[in-house]
């Protein structure tokens, strides 16, 4: 069972443009959200993370939305560059918990 | 500033052979320490995990074990692969209860 699903596994978008990365989650008890970049052959880079008490947080052109009661969150890059263009995964976690649940990815393209 | 190191970058190996992938972390102390696995196309699964020397959490069932001989050493290893062990294994770290995980850049093993 997915308890971290990423329903679009790619994204295609106008450099300049926004993209908005989508996520969702089955666990009612999650209340650490995280939100990573992975390029080919590397390890996934923490790029910005929410907890459960806050419903936005803001990191330069990177913004996190976290709806609770939807069990949703989303990752807003604004504008869009294309050094963007990578697999973003989003995580969820108890906040003390020690298991970090990924979702299966959505591969980001920006184009010039 | 901490940095974690995993190695070696690239292995193939055949079936049946043993398997040992190392992890280090310099810059802190007493670090929780993670092993992930991203098969082909899919997301990050937590392998195992340790809050110290010697303490190693399963958290599935397969071919793999773990060990941590040392405060910062984290090690992955089997005595016999197989051919579903092929992956991308992924070191991880972090420190505080409410904080993210950091990567290190991985290990493409291929099991032919």
Known sequence: DQQVKQNS????????????????????????????????????????????????????RFTVFLNKSAKHLSLHIVPSQPGDSAVYFCAASL??????VFGPGTRLSVLP | SQTIHQWPATLVQPVGSPLSLECTVE????PNLYWYRQAAGRGLQLLFYSVGIGQIS??????LSASRP????????????????SGFYLCAWKVALDSPLHFGNGTRLTVT
Do not use: H
């Open chain 2, 27 to 30: 810059g802190t102390s007493n």
């Open chain 2, 70 to 85: 040392q405060d910062r050493q984290f090690i992955l290893s089997s005595k016999k692969l197989l051919l579903s062990d």
């Open chain 2, 58 to 63: 399963s958290e599935v069932p397969q071919n």
């Open chain 1, 9 to 60: 596994p790619s994204l295609s978008v106008q450099e300049g443009r926004i993209s908005i990365l989508n996520c969702d989650y089955t666990n009612s008890m999650f209340d650490y959200f995280l939100w990573y970049k992975k390029y080919p052959a590397e390890g996934p880079t923490f790029l910005i993370s929410i907890s459960s008490i806050k419903d936005k947080n803001e990191d330069g």
């Open chain 1, 95 to 100: 906040y003390y918990g020690q298991n970090f």
